[in-house]
């Protein structure tokens, strides 16, 4: 018992003092943690994975470039240890941190290449088979590969996106709706990596399918569209009857200030002391003008026919308490302005009625 906790104690203790050490220190403390990741004891084995996955985000991108060839190898060798689904999800979410630091630049993107395929395989199978939790942070790993990928990853689609889409369809439990949210999350990010040539005809199937608006992940599905547009581009056109209305309610929600909030005060100061519900119903709001503004910016002049509705809601919003909203909503007239910049005698008009010039 001495020796497991001895263990654990140091192992993280380097996971939260790394940071602040140097490198040449990290890569030699490194070196000796990976040997841990092999322990007979699963606490040790988590310890020495919390541990790689944290100084691959605070020491990055010094591990990633120089301590790969130790790093991954440790990372991907939990994964097939099924009766250990914990430990698998954390070894996914430790390549997740890997990944996502990897620099864009030197030797960045061959390391994730030659990685990456590793990676996915073995990401792919736990996806298939998995438990839940390891599902889940196996879908995270492959969108962020695939983001990383791009065209590289056409060869996979079809082995994944056919069960992200299972999930999506099938898991309509409340009590699954995280699960779903993070699988529609995952497959629009796949989306967005390989292109509309590819990703059009699932697009339209994952639009289908709208999702419940009281459902506390909607605002997943709020996102979703917003990469499926970013996608499509004007092909997208067709989908926006669907989706618009959904989006301009979620947007025009009521929200109250909260007790003792200023005008002069900026939210980032007093939101620490917002109810919690305030806190949530204010991110779904923001989310809701953040894919109208990423719509309208997107789409331009072919979002045209929704400037008036989208006028109705944004503007009143250039005043919200929230700054995260107001910004969103001044920042989406510039995309109104450009879905009426071929039409401006109409879009007076439409000014005219909408705020009375």
């Not at 092999?38 to 301590?67: E, F, M, N, T, W």
């Not at 999800?89 to 030797?107: D, G, K």
């Not at 299972?166 to 699960?179: F, G, N, Q, W």
């Not at 497959?187 to 990596?193: C, F, R």
Request: charged share 15%; hydrophobic share 45%.
């Amino acid at each position: 018992m001495f020796y497991l906790g001895f263990n654990c104690t140091g192992l993280l203790a380097i996971s939260r003092v790394g940071e602040v050490l140097a490198v040449d220190v990290v890569a030699s403390l490194l070196r000796n943690v990976v040997r841990f990741v092999g322990d007979q004891h699963p606490r040790v084995r988590y310890a020495a994975i919390d541990c790689i996955g944290q100084l691959s985000v605070d020491k990055s991108p010094d591990v990633q470039i120089s301590l790969h060839e130790i790093v991954v190898p440790a990372l991907l060798s939990p994964l097939t240890d099924a009766g250990n689904p914990r430990l698998q999800a954390y070894a996914l979410a430790a390549l997740f941190n890997f990944v996502e630091h990897c620099p864009e630049v030197e030797r960045g993107p061959e390391i994730v290449l030659h990685y990456g395929r590793q990676i996915l395989e073995q990401a792919i199978n736990l996806l298939e088979f998995g438990h839940i939790m390891v599902r889940e942070e196996a879908m995270r790993t492959i969108a962020l590969i695939a983001g990383k990928f791009n065209s590289e990853f056409v060869p996979y689609y079809n082995r994944v996106v056919p069960l992200l889409k299972r999930i999506v369809i099938d898991a309509v439990d409340r009590r699954h709706s995280d699960y779903r949210a993070r699988a529609m999350e995952s497959v629009t990010y796949i989306g967005l990596a390989v292109g509309p040539a590819i990703f059009r005809q699932d697009a339209a199937e994952l639009i289908s399918i709208a999702g419940d608006p009281d459902d506390t992940t909607f605002e997943y599905t709020l996102s979703a569209w917003t990469r499926i547009c970013a996608t499509l581009l004007e092909e997208f056109v067709p989908y926006l009857p669907r989706i618009m209305n959904f989006v301009l309610l979620a947007a025009s929600k009521h929200i109250e200030p909260p007790p003792g909030f200023q005008a002069t005060h900026h939210t980032s100061q007093h939101r620490r002391g917002t109810a919690l519900g305030i806190s949530e119903a204010l991110q779904f709001k923001a989310t809701a003008c953040s894919t109208i503004c990423s719509i309208a910016s997107n789409l331009q002049e072919h979002f045209f026919p929704f400037v008036n509705q989208s006028l109705h809601v944004m503007l009143p919003l250039m005043t919200f308490f929230d700054d995260t909203v107001r910004s969103y909503a001044i920042n989406c007239q510039v995309g109104n302005l450009f879905a009426i910049s071929v039409l401006p005698f109409i879009y007076l008009l439409l000014m005219s009625t909408t705020v009375g010039i």
